[in-house]
């Protein structure tokens, strides 16, 4: 792959129902698309899944923005490589800035298997053709989650994710578990509590709840190791993980049960491949986490999520979930619960190319 331009747009699009977790309230939704093109007038697609404002991790959109251009972009453009693995070892020499590298990789993933003629999945070693995902509800009054939630039953989800606050935790598991008392149900408070909370905590022991995500900091291994011991729930880390290194602390700390892998989140495909290698080997429970995306990272996790350890549905919703109109054809979509891995070459769909540039605030271009 010798790549000779790397086009970014910064894009911006509201999100269909505005999401609320326990950070705050989003209405729209800024992405960075990354365009690679080769010495064939061949294209790859990723996408950089940071925010707006550095509340999930350090990095924003803009902070990428930058990462990319000075940085990363430099050290890829006219030079040669045969795998994607060599980007991933190329970027490596800089530190963090996961988001940033994970959207340049991604399309390189999907070039190199374009010019392989391999879908996206073939390549990273997937085997399934379908996956069952799940999907997530923001955080609202008790009754009205509970109403999306069988909206969602009736679309046929397989897991059930609910945005939480460490203030109507219990009110919120409650009222949905007196009218869904057996559907797989977890809860996300995205680092709302602290150690001091485990009393409250335990009390969810009760709703037989799936798995509690990231209850507490980033960082905070220890404290986590501390609450699994203290409930019975499964302890599931979310932006603990930025590393293969960060999974072997949490496993030999025995800080959680079960792993959310995010491709954005641990700097790429490459990154991801070697963390499910890992917990296959150690038999830790996997699933793929989902990030607001456009279809360019959910067809990507999709096919991430073809790969045999991944055996807990994904935050892989279909793309009628949070956009009215998505910047792939065809858009990723729900049949009885689960969503097809596309076999084509790449990503095995079209971007539309036309949208993102409508939708662009801004477009960068390098040769």
């Not at 799940?134 to 009736?154: R, W």
């Not at 008392?181 to 509590?193: Q, R, V």
């Not at 792993?259 to 080997?281: A, D, F, M, Q, W």
């Not at 009885?336 to 662009?360: N, Y």
């Amino acid at each position: 792959m010798l790549i000779q331009q790397i086009e970014l747009f910064l894009i911006e699009q509201p999100l269909k129902i505005p999401f609320k977790t326990s950070y705050g309230t989003y209405e729209k939704r800024e992405s960075i698309i990354v365009k690679i093109i080769d010495e064939n007038g061949l294209s790859g697609y990723g996408e950089v899944v940071a925010f707006s404002e550095p509340w999930y991790t350090e990095e924003t959109i803009y902070s990428a923005l930058h990462v990319l251009q000075d940085f990363l972009i430099p050290k890829l453009v006219n030079k040669q490589f045969n795998h994607p693995n060599e980007v991933a070892s190329q970027l490596n020499q800089f530190k963090g800035n996961q988001m940033a590298k994970a959207g340049l990789e991604g399309a390189y993933w999907d070039l190199y298997s374009k010019q392989n003629s391999i879908s996206l999945a073939q390549a990273l070693g997937g085997n399934k053709a379908e996956i069952p995902v799940g999907v997530v509800i923001s955080i609202d009054e008790p009754g009205k989650m509970t109403k999306q939630i069988g909206d969602y039953l009736a679309e046929g989800y397989k897991r059930f994710k609910i945005k939480v606050s460490r203030e109507n935790d219990y009110e919120i598991v409650s009222t949905i578990r007196n009218s869904y008392p057996t559907i797989p149900l977890m809860i996300d408070a995205n680092s709302d509590y602290s150690i001091d909370d485990i009393p409250q905590l335990r009390k969810l022991d009760q709703f037989n709840l799936i798995m509690i995500e990231q209850p507490f900091g980033e960082r905070q291994f220890i404290e986590h190791a501390i609450l699994q011991k203290e409930i019975s729930t499964p302890v599931c880390l979310d932006e603990s993980i930025c590393s293969i290194e960060d999974v072997q602390i949490a496993h030999e700390l025995k800080a959680c049960k079960i792993i959310t892998v995010k491709p954005g989140r641990v700097g790429g495909l490459t990154n991801s491949i070697e963390i499910h290698r890992y917990c296959v080997e150690k038999n830790i429970p996997i699933w793929v986490g989902g990030m607001i995306e456009t279809g360019i990272s959910r067809i990507q996790n999709v096919a991430l999520a073809s790969l045999p350890g991944f055996t807990i549905p994904g935050d892989i919703s279909a793309s009628s979930r949070h956009w009215e109109h998505d910047i792939i054809y065809p858009e990723v979509a729900l049949i009885k619960g689960k969503v097809r891995v596309p076999d084509g070459p790449g990503i095995g769909v079209e971007v539309d190319e036309a949208r993102v540039r409508s939708l662009s605030k801004k477009i960068y271009r390098h040769a």
